[in-house]
């Protein structure tokens, strides 16, 4: 499993307020609670309120986190020039968050990502709009990893993103998602599947639930890279749960190890 | 959804040490808690420590839950004659837990439920013991179903436990029941599924995770009687999500009016 931790976003406003005030501790801080809860990654959102300012914004921001814990970055950017910039300051082993099968968007990051050692998150969207259900998502996922391994990325450097959309748009609507999910998992058991599950709760009171209930069925379904605040209580000890009951911690020792540990809150 | 409460277990000893002293309040209280956390039904068992005072032992537990709140009653019994006697008490709607197909007690079970209009529940034991897989357990089912439908239970009067088994036992224990709930829910949209999930976390640290997580997933899969103790903060939380997930909470009405009437812990 690979936690990514989603909070350093500039479309929340504390982020964005460092980021204009270049308030580095406050970043820092923000990035080590992550890291202590058990985030794997820290994801890097610099894209607002400015998106010119997006590259000088990314790299600030992935300097502050390489200093503040030694986790990976996970760059999220749509740009390619600022997602280029990232990935050269991530280092080895960062992840782009994200790649599409919109037309214009996969021509201008799929460069970005094969001259790069990276893991790449694969959203499903794509000039059609978005995935319908779980068949329509397999096979919008064959045509992301078709792309992906032609441009020379393993297929255990591809993570999948179902695209978890809000429970509020619909009822089917976060069911066709974890569908969606293991319908990927049955078809490439190497395969990463991740994706921000806090989506779901869009609208609804009381989030949390929604967004661990999601991430817990998603997971057993087959996701290994949930997108999640591991600062919320539930959410470490649910993650760490929901892959045991997947099938995928055996004599369930990391569950053991990490309650061991302290870190299932 | 409807929520049975576990907690009235005379292999607790807590409960146990109550029923010898016929300590009233403290079942009362025990019964009030789970009623004001959200319960829907009361399970009540009276079959330790002592096995020949069961039908003495039931009917007792019943009159003071029943003076306590005025949830159902889920009579948990093995027991032939406790269960029958328990079910006069309980009344019209009660739950019985459980039948199985082993046929001793399939044939002893039979005409008890037959003859009172009360829920019950199903379990997926046979003669050649355990379920193995979802597969076999949508084979179990479909036998569970034609005895109790060919004794007059209606489909919505059978609720199938799909057998959740510790996850210590085996990394595909939880994930083949949850797949068991799948292929029932997809194969009959009317029935009732609901299990006692807490037994997949026996001999594992910080329990309530993987309680909390089988249920989510099981009730996003298809489950919607869940067999829990709904005092554990997350669970009715996690439980109207997880229905809402399911799409079985159309604009998400229960769990909008759940969070409003503060139930949602």
Same mark, same amino acid.
């Given at each position: 499993m690979i936690v990514i931790a989603e909070k350093i976003n500039a479309s929340r406003k504390s982020i964005a307020k460092a980021l204009s005030e270049r308030d580095a501790d406050f970043i820092a801080q923000v990035a080590r609670e992550q890291a202590d809860a058990g985030a794997d990654y820290i994801d890097v959102n610099g894209g607002a309120p400015d998106p010119r300012r997006e590259l000088e914004n990314i790299t600030w921001l992935i300097e502050v986190v390489q200093g503040a814990c030694d986790k990976g970055i996970c760059v999220d950017s749509a740009d390619p020039a600022a997602a280029a910039a990232g990935l050269a300051k991530a #280092?080895?082993?960062?992840?782009? +968050?994200?790649?599409? %099968? &919109?037309?214009?968007? $996969?021509? =201008?990051? %799929?460069?970005?990502?094969? &001259?790069?050692?990276? $893991?790449?998150?694969? %959203?499903?969207?794509?000039?059609?709009?978005a995935p319908a259900g779980g068949d329509d998502r397999l096979a919008r996922a064959e045509a992301m990893v078709a792309r992906l391994t032609a441009a020379g990325k393993k297929i255990d450097e591809i993570i999948i993103d179902p695209c978890f959309f809000p429970l509020?748009?619909? =009822?089917?609507?976060?069911?066709?998602?974890? *569908?969606?999910?293991?319908?990927?998992? &049955?078809n490439w058991p190497e395969i990463h599947i991740g994706g921000g599950v806090s989506n779901t709760s869009h609208g609804l009171p009381q989030r949390k639930f929604v967004n661990l209930a999601t991430m817990a069925a998603a997971i057993v379904a087959g996701m290994d890279c949930p997108i999640v605040d591991p600062c919320v209580p539930?959410? $470490? #000890?649910?993650?760490?749960? @929901?892959?045991?009951l997947a099938g /995928?911690?055996?004599?369930? $020792?990391?569950?053991? +190890? @990490?309650? /061991? *540990? #302290?870190? %299932?809150?």
């Open positions: #280092g080895e082993g960062a992840i782009l +968050n994200s790649i599409s %099968l &919109e037309k214009a968007r $996969m021509d =201008a990051m %799929l460069p970005v990502v094969a &001259e790069r050692d990276c $893991m790449v998150i694969g %959203l499903l969207m794509s000039d059609d709009g509020a748009a619909g =009822a089917a609507a976060v069911a066709q998602a974890i *569908a969606g999910v293991r319908a990927i998992r &049955e539930g959410t $470490m #000890g649910l993650a760490y749960a @929901a892959e045991a /995928r911690d055996e004599f369930c $020792m990391n569950y053991v +190890n @990490a309650a /061991r *540990a #302290g870190e %299932l809150i």
